[in-house]
């Protein structure tokens, strides 16, 4: 009987030692947090989610886009699709509010902005993402996705203006100021020969807008109400044709093959000009407008044209915590840098300047300096209608010689009845 009871006392023992062994090794082993848990259960659940992306642009900026936020998004079983349709505009107005065939976000310049919030098809960036994301971007960029002080395109990559000139053919430094290049032009031009000092599209409002902007008139504003007759709007068409008696035609093709053939030794134009000047076999120097200062002080001011994404309402109710991802992934500086080295694009993000190669990309550099003085190219919807009375106004100026006051208010009678035929 005794031999029985020491039995029964050993064994639990032993049960009981093994017990504390076992509580001892769960309050020494480290415990799962839970958000550590609910990420786990997370990666272990979630479905894989595409986030579609309409554009109109080049393949090669959309793949390198595509590859890197992918890259950044895999954990997250997040992938974007860069889908191409041509008159993305069109096709957004067409489907926009379409659940079943409307993108969740699209890829394209700014100046839509207007009629696509008019028409109620996108989201406040705000809505799904904190505005710390783009709170380093160029201040004018971020403007440029704004409508009534709502952010609806986080900006990636923008262009302006700058002035292109053949290292061959021009003499000295780039005068520093308007009326020193006047003076420079009149000493280098020679019409009847057909050689031109500097070349513009002086009847296009987007190239005769450095010096209209810089005067501090508008081609349109905010409101919607036209500039053509505003005193200052005028002031500069008087003084910018004086330089239009010195150039070329003024139109496109004019004006890059007077250069790309030699014949003009600077051109004033965009970063799209530079592969038909490198095909030309040009030594081509470039500088940023701002840096020439008109006879009030302020620099050259062109127009801007940026590039960013928008989201569509109809993809929030499904995947809004994915294109937050989405949107995070594009703002990182690393998105700007790949551009910039790989297609020659001026990243909206200030960060991308830190990497030396692009700082050190002269047309790059250029643009980005120029950021200080351009003006987003306005995003509202009757800016659609502007561009032609504003072609009748400078051709007629400065091709035709028709007085500045005079064309200036025949362009703002012709604007305003466009806008109301608009409405």
Avoid at 194 to 207: S, W
Avoid at 242 to 253: H, M, R, T
Avoid at 281 to 288: K, L, R, T, W
């Amino acid at each position: 009987m005794k031999k029985m009871i020491a039995m029964v006392l050993a064994l639990v023992l032993t049960l009981s030692m093994a017990a504390c062994a076992q509580e001892q090794t769960k309050e020494t082993a480290p415990k799962k947090t839970e958000s550590t848990q609910t990420e786990a259960v997370m990666n272990e659940t979630s479905e894989p989610v595409t986030v579609k992306i309409w554009h109109d642009g080049d393949e090669n900026i959309m793949n390198t886009i595509a590859e890197l936020v992918n890259t950044k998004l895999a954990e997250d079983n997040i992938t974007v699709s860069f889908e191409k349709k041509s008159d993305t505009p069109g096709q957004l107005r067409l489907y926009g509010n379409d659940p079943v065939n409307a993108p969740d976000m699209y890829f394209y310049a700014h100046d839509v902005l207007g009629s696509l919030v008019a028409m109620d098809l996108l989201a406040p960036l705000t809505d799904l993402v904190d505005a710390s994301i783009w709170a380093d971007h160029l201040p004018m960029t971020v403007q440029a996705g704004q409508i009534n002080d709502q952010q609806y395109l986080l900006p990636v990559y923008f262009e302006t203006l700058i002035l292109l000139y053949n290292k061959d053919l021009w003499e000295g430094e780039i005068p520093d100021t308007t009326e020193a290049l006047y003076e420079y032009m009149q000493a280098h031009t020679d019409s009847k020969a057909g050689t031109y000092a500097l070349v513009n599209q002086h009847t296009n409002a987007y190239n005769v807008s450095p010096f209209v902007n810089g005067f501090g008139g508008f081609i349109i504003n905010a409101e919607g109400t036209p500039g053509f007759d505003d005193p200052k709007t005028i002031e500069a068409a008087e003084y910018n044709r004086k330089f239009g008696e010195l150039q070329a035609d003024g139109d496109y093709n004019t004006v890059t093959t007077l250069f790309n053939e030699g014949k003009a030794a600077g051109i004033i134009g965009g970063p799209w000009l530079v592969s038909g000047i490198e095909a030309a076999g040009i030594s081509y120097g470039v500088a940023p407008l701002s840096d020439i200062k008109l006879p009030n002080g302020n620099g050259l001011a062109p127009f801007s044209g940026v590039q960013g994404v928008g989201v569509l309402k109809v993809a929030l109710e499904n995947k809004k915590d994915a294109i937050a991802k989405v949107l995070t992934a594009i703002a990182d500086p690393e998105i700007g840098i790949a551009l910039a080295k790989k297609s020659g694009c001026a990243p909206a993000n200030n960060l991308s300047y830190e990497d030396a190669e692009v700082s050190a990309n002269p047309i790059i550099a250029a643009i980005q300096k120029t950021a200080s003085t351009a003006q987003p190219m306005p995003n509202i919807p009757e800016m659609g209608a502007m561009w032609g009375p504003a072609e009748s106004m400078f051709t007629a100026i400065n091709k035709n010689g028709v007085d500045p006051a005079k064309a200036g208010a025949d362009a703002q009678a012709a604007a305003e009845q466009a806008i109301a035929d608009m409405h």
